[in-house]
């Protein structure tokens, strides 16, 4: 027996995949590469593509899944598994939550979180997640079937010709789309697709303020951060709910074992839970 676990422990040493990666960071899921071993958790794994399958297939309009375990057992590992199966296969949204800075302001937060994961590449070389949406925005509304990329590279020469680009392309969206109540969101999101405003857009739908040439340049409002922070829940909500007309959105949230907790004595995972809860009874559809 002894001889036997001397050969197991000399294998792990010289043929651990995860050799070096024994603690993933969020720069490591995002990533274009990480080692991976899929037979190990794959019934966890399997469990949330099957989810996704059947939510893009319209057999379940949500599904939440609740993954437990130890540190060091591999959740982190899943995770990143789970972003990079999804960004080669395409068809659905990564959003990844494992910072919470100020609980108090989780709903606030999230929608930062939401922006910043959405601006992440998805299944388009060199494309934001963010762009992937715009693109399929405007083939829905004009009845076309250009790449993300396409747009991307076509639209400063769009807006050198007509200046009221955005805005005509906003509105023949709004008419097909009668449930999006913030017009403002999908103009926003169709800037991402200028090069020269992608940052400014982004930024925008983080819930910061633009300032005030910027936001009058991109035809933007530009609340305070005050009022923005009092209507993130909304704002969550419209932004999954026009996204999830064109991909499954799949929210992880990680590193939900903290000792922090909120003004009223809530813990990193209560909170975080009250959040998935709302989510999940609140969208159209989502894997979370």
């Known amino acids: 027996m002894t001889t036997t676990m001397n050969i197991i422990d000399e294998l792990i040493k010289t043929h651990n995949p995860f050799a070096g990666h ?21 019934h966890a794994s399997n469990a949330i593509f099957d989810a996704v399958a059947k939510v893009r297939q319209g ?23 789970i972003r990079h199966r999804l960004q080669a296969e395409d068809g659905a949204l990564f959003i990844y939550m494992n910072k919470y800075d100020n609980l108090n302001k989780i709903k606030y ?7 910043s994961s959405l601006r992440a590449y998805g299944s388009y070389h060199g494309v934001m997640q963010w762009q992937e949406i715009a693109a399929a925005l ?29 805005e005509n392309l906003t509105n023949s969206i709004i008419q097909v789309k009668p449930n ?13 697709l ?8 982004t930024h925008w739908l983080s819930g910061w303020e633009l300032t005030q040439n ?8 530009n609340p305070k951060r005050e009022e923005r922070e009092a209507e993130a829940l909304t704002t969550v909500r419209q932004i999954l709910d026009i996204t999830s007309q064109y991909k499954v959105p799949v929210i992880c949230f990680d590193e939900l074992d903290i000792a922090d907790a909120d003004d009223n004595g809530f ?16 969208l159209e559809r989502g894997v979370l």
């Open 138 to 166: 405007i083939n829905d509304a004009r009845d076309k079937n250009y790449t993300p990329q396409e747009y991307v590279h076509g639209f400063p020469s769009w807006l050198s010709r007509s200046p009221n680009t955005i």
């Open 180 to 192: 999006i109540n913030n017009p403002y969101i999908v103009k926003a999101i169709l800037w991402t």
């Open 109 to 115: 937060q999230f929608l930062e979180i939401i922006a």
């Open 59 to 81: 057999q379940r309009q949500t599904v939440g899944i609740t993954i437990t375990a130890e540190k060091g057992l591999g959740k982190s590992h899943l995770i990143s598994r």
């Open 22 to 42: 024994n603690v993933v960071r969020p720069a490591q899921i995002w990533g274009k590469s990480f080692p991976d071993a899929p037979s190990i958790n794959s």
């Open 267 to 282: 813990t990193a995972a209560q909170v975080v839970a009250s959040l998935a809860k709302d989510l999940y009874n609140n």
């Open 194 to 201: 200028s090069p020269t405003h992608a940052t400014y857009a």
């Open 214 to 221: 910027q936001a009058e340049a991109m035809e933007l409002p």
